[in-house]
């Protein structure tokens, strides 16, 4: 094959799938749509594979024939197509753990999860895979604020089964796809999954965790935010919640610290485009990590999953260790 031939081959196909996909997408039946959505972001994406090896083989051809031109053609495609099953198939599957420390007036450690999004592209198998990294971590408890589930195949007490093997307590909220906004709505199956499976959702509701008072709050998009009835005397440490942007609930009480995720610290983590999708999203711009709010502070995580595009670039999924002194 000539090397000009390759070259047209390796520009073109990736514009061809993308074409079909929209097409596939556009004219499917809605209850298709999301079958289409996962075959070509799961079966489809495999195609990445048999393209690195040609971008790779096209670049080494260019290479020895020092047509540099073309070298530079191939090799930015190699480095596209690299970069593209890194964030598919690499990063989305990795977990990390970071710690930080909170000045909050109690004291406790919080292995705080957001937004695992198990349903259409992850398992039970993610799932335990989860579990299994919180079940290594000394902890006090896991905290889990919300979007459990996203467009789930299956039923939720099967996909989220290893949850039940925590070897610490483990409280919740919902979240946004939960509600059903946008998705399905699953928040009767999900809470009747979630007591089965040993998990306290603590929506609109005080618990203690070693003396730590921690008040649960719902979605703010389902209205579900209003902070539950507590003595002024006595206010809960820490809230746990799903959109950061309920910090506002926080004004005007002692409540010094809000645990939230939702934003999924952009999930592709690009400078500049990153932090500006974002600020067109949430209204205080929040991304990741502590922010201050008056007296009130709000720790974003990025979460565990993926929404939208089932890709992670320079945003692995984590587990923050949230030390409260």
Known sequence: MKLSTALTLLFYFPIICCALFVSAMIFSPDHHKITVYRVFFTQGFWLTIPYLLAATATTIV???ARR???FSIASTMLLA?????YARYIEPRRIVVQEHTIEVGASLRIAFIADLHIGIFDGESRMKQIVDELNQLDVDVVAVGGDWTDEAQR?????????AKSKHRVIA????????????????????ALTQLNVENIEG???????VRIAGIGDRFAKKDNLPAFDPSKPPQVVLGHNPDSIDRLNNTRIRLLLAGHTHGGQIN??????????RFTEGKYKQGLYTKGNSHVFVT??????????RLFQPPVIDIINLR
Do not use: C
């Open 62 to 64: 260019a290479l020895r």
């Open 68 to 70: 540099w031109g073309a």
């Open 81 to 85: 197509a690299a970069v593209v099953f």
């Open 155 to 163: 039923p939720l007490l099967e996909l989220l089964a290893p949850i």
């Open 173 to 192: 909220v919902l979240g946004n796809h939960d509600e059903g906004m946008p998705g399905i709505r699953v928040v009767e199956e999900l809470q009747a």
């Open 205 to 211: 509701k005080i618990v203690e965790v070693k003396q």
């Open 270 to 279: 690009l400078p500049i485009l990153t932090e500006y999708i974002l600020s």
């Open 302 to 311: 990025a979460g565990l999953g993926t929404v939208g595009f089932p890709l």
